[in-house]
Each structure stands twice: as C-alpha cells, then as structure tokens.
C-alpha cells in the first residue's frame, strides 16, 4: 500500500552478519535511509519516503535471523537530527576516540580521534569486532610487533589500515570486494587529515586476495569478515604471511571460538590470544 502523505520506518532486528545484505535489499524496494542504535538492543532502522509502496515482509524471511519489529507512520521530521542519534562518540582501547563527522566537541588530550561517517561501508567503530581488531593492534604495538609490511583484507572503511598505520605500522594496502569500499576509504583518509597531517596511510584498493597488487610475504595480516570467508582465504592467507608474521581474525561469533581455532592451527596460524565483547570475538595468531 502506498501512503501519499506520511513517511515509513521499519524497526528491525538485524544480526550483524546479516547487516549487508539487509541494507542492499532495503534500498532495491525504496529505503532512502538506515542506521542501527549504537546502544542496545541496536535496533536497525529502516525510512522510507513519502510515496514509497511498502515492502513485503515476508520477503524478510530471505535473511536469517532478521525481525520486523513493528513499523510506524510519521510525518515530516529532521532526517538528519533523526540519524545522528544513533551514532554518538565511543572511545575504543587506550588512545583511540571515534566520532561521527558531526561531531565538534574537544577530543581529550589523551585520546586520538578517527572520524567516521556511519553511512559509509562497514568499518566505522560501532562493531565489536572492529573495537577488539583496534585493541589487539595497539598491544602489538606496545610490543613493537606491528612492524612493516600490512594486509588488511575485506577492509570497509580501512579503519584498521588507518589504525595500524597511526599506531607505527608501516607499508600498508587494504582492499576490500565491494565497489562502494574504494570510494568509502578514501572519503575516509579525507575526513581524518588533521591527525594524518597530510601522510597517505596505506594503499587502496577493490579487488580480492589473488589480485596481482597483493604482493607477500606481510608481517601482519587483518581479517574482520566472516569465519567462512577467513576459512576459504585461509591457504592464501598461509602463503603470503610471513614466517612469525602476525594475524589478527575477526567476524567470528563466539559460539563458533573451537571451529575458527582448529581451522586457523590447521592452516598454520598459532593462536596466541582470543579476545571477546557481546557475542563476538577477535583472534591473535601467529605464523608458525
């Protein structure tokens, strides 16, 4: 049914695996915007305009997992007020600060801030896994293992490129397969020149594992994607780290901890640490 004189949002619940695929289908039937709360229960959010057939839920039924919650009628408000407070500033580890690009309050003198724009790709410090992945490279680096020669693969935003390069990490490439992540990461390198001082943080590109700018051995290795994917990757993974070489495995629901630590032993990675916040975790290893 089409409502000619008030918008639509969908309230949602949306497991993060599914989050992706959710957005993509949500703007095919005339979602003209989304966000997720920050704070639990992390509704997602789902507008549509004034004008807009409503989408058939049953159609849900196609991402495991996902809920409608209830769905409401509104007339106009501020869409942008409305978006923003969803998103607000999150201190992650011991010197990182992310805030949303609209953000103007002083950032404390302790904390450096990487600013986010929450519409782009996946990468923008409101996942678990992406806070655990920004924790483990600062103990790299307060152990001075971070060293030089980086790949993170299935980068987003390449918030953690632009971390371990912050944090000493050198010679550094991200690259993610979505067409949208090279436009988003460098919209991403743009909105974060003042505490880049105008250094260019890492190379970037779309592309895959096998794409000939992916040159070995790395001295560290960054996956936050699924466990399935990071197990398929995993024999080319094995070939381009190098002996020692460190690798940092995230996107793994915690329920799932015994299956990615056999399958990372297996492929020649040792686990050195597991780190875990809600249901997710991050794994430390090392190339044996």
Same mark, same amino acid.
Request: proline fraction near 6%; aromatic fraction near 8%.
């Given at each position: 049914?089409?409502?000619?004189?008030?918008?639509?949002?969908? $309230?949602?619940?949306?497991?993060?695996?599914?989050?992706?695929?959710?957005?993509?289908?949500?703007?095919?039937?005339? &979602?003209?915007?989304? +966000?997720?709360?920050?704070?639990?229960?992390?509704?997602?959010? &789902? +507008?549509?305009?004034?004008?807009? =057939?409503? @989408?058939?839920?049953?159609?849900?039924?196609? *991402?495991?997992?996902?809920?409608?919650?209830?769905?409401?009628? *509104?007339?106009?408000?501020? %869409?942008?007020?409305?978006?923003?407070?969803?998103?607000?500033?999150?201190?992650?580890?011991?010197? *990182?600060?992310?805030?949303?690009?609209?953000?103007?309050?002083?950032?404390?003198?302790?904390?450096?801030?990487?600013?986010?724009?929450? /519409?782009?790709?996946?990468?923008?410090?409101?996942?678990? =896994?992406?806070?655990?992945?920004?924790?483990?490279?600062?103990?790299?680096?307060?152990?001075?293992?971070?060293?030089?020669?980086?790949?993170?693969?299935?980068?987003?935003?390449?918030?953690? &490129? $632009?971390?371990? +390069?912050?944090?000493?990490?050198?010679?550094?490439?991200? *690259?993610?397969?979505?067409?949208?992540?090279?436009?988003?990461?460098?919209?991403?390198?743009?909105?974060?020149?003042?505490? $880049?001082?105008? !250094?260019?943080?890492?190379? !970037?590109?779309?592309?895959?594992?096998?794409?000939?700018?992916?040159?070995? @051995? +790395?001295?560290?290795?960054?996956?936050?994607?699924?466990?399935? =994917?990071?197990?398929?990757?995993?024999?080319?993974?094995?070939?381009?780290?190098?002996?020692?070489?460190?690798?940092?495995?995230?996107?793994?629901?915690?329920?799932?901890?015994?299956?990615?630590?056999?399958?990372?032993?297996? &492929? /020649?990675?040792? @686990?050195?640490?597991?780190?875990?916040?809600?249901? %997710?975790?991050?794994?430390?290893?090392?190339?044996?």
């Amino acid at each position: 049914m089409v409502n000619s004189d008030l918008h639509l949002r969908w $309230l949602l619940d949306v497991p993060s695996e599914q989050e992706d695929a959710l957005s993509d289908w949500l703007v095919e039937v005339g &979602a003209s915007a989304m +966000y997720r709360e920050a704070d639990p229960p992390f509704t997602f959010f &789902a +507008y549509f305009p004034v004008g807009t =057939t409503e @989408p058939d839920a049953t159609e849900l039924a196609a *991402f495991p997992g996902v809920k409608l919650l209830r769905h409401e009628t *509104f007339a106009d408000e501020d %869409w942008l007020a409305r978006s923003r407070e969803g998103f607000g500033r999150i201190e992650v580890g011991s010197r *990182f600060l992310i805030k949303p690009l609209w953000d103007q309050e002083p950032v404390p003198d302790d904390r450096m801030a990487l600013v986010v724009n929450p /519409g782009l790709a996946f990468g923008t410090g409101g996942h678990e =896994t992406t806070r655990l992945c920004m924790g483990l490279l600062e103990e790299l680096a307060e152990k001075e293992r971070l060293g030089s020669g980086i790949l993170d693969i299935g980068a987003g935003t390449g918030i953690l &490129a $632009l971390t371990a +390069y912050l944090l000493g990490g050198r010679d550094i490439t991200a *690259f993610d397969v979505d067409p949208d992540c090279g436009p988003a990461m460098n919209e991403f390198i743009d909105m974060n020149y003042e505490v $880049l001082q105008g !250094a260019h943080p890492f190379d !970037a590109f779309v592309g895959s594992l096998d794409d000939p700018k992916v040159r070995g @051995p +790395y001295h560290g290795l960054l996956a936050n994607i699924l466990l399935e =994917t990071i197990q398929e990757l995993l024999p080319r993974m094995a070939e381009l780290a190098a002996p020692g070489g460190w690798l940092i495995a995230s996107g793994i629901l915690a329920e799932r901890q015994d299956e990615a630590l056999v399958s990372l032993s297996l &492929a /020649g990675f040792r @686990p050195l640490k597991v780190v875990r916040e809600g249901e %997710w975790i991050a794994i430390l290893c090392e190339r044996s």
